[in-house]
């Protein structure tokens, strides 16, 4: 069953940018907010190159054997 919402006290900036993009996309500030929620909810999202770079330093990868190891690992935890 759906449920409301409420965001309370939201900055005027960050509104005038939902505004904004709502407008751009053709939607309701609601439409645009379920959309957004969807967007980075329901979906993984890929990782940064940065999040790469750091995850792959915390694991030390060093051989081949070690990256299919790791990636095996990752993959087995989804």
């Given at each position: 069953m759906p449920v409301n919402l409420s965001i309370k006290a939201v900055p005027d900036a960050l509104v005038e940018k939902l505004r904004s993009r709502a407008e751009k996309n053709h939607r309701s500030l609601q439409g645009e907010l379920l959309t957004i929620l969807e967007e980075n909810?329901?979906?993984p999202r890929p990782l940064s190159i940065d999040e790469s770079i750091r995850?792959?330093?915390k694991i030390a990868v060093t051989t081949a054997a070690e990256s299919t190891r790791a990636i095996r690992e990752d993959r087995d935890r989804r």
């Open positions: 909810l329901e979906r995850r792959l330093r």
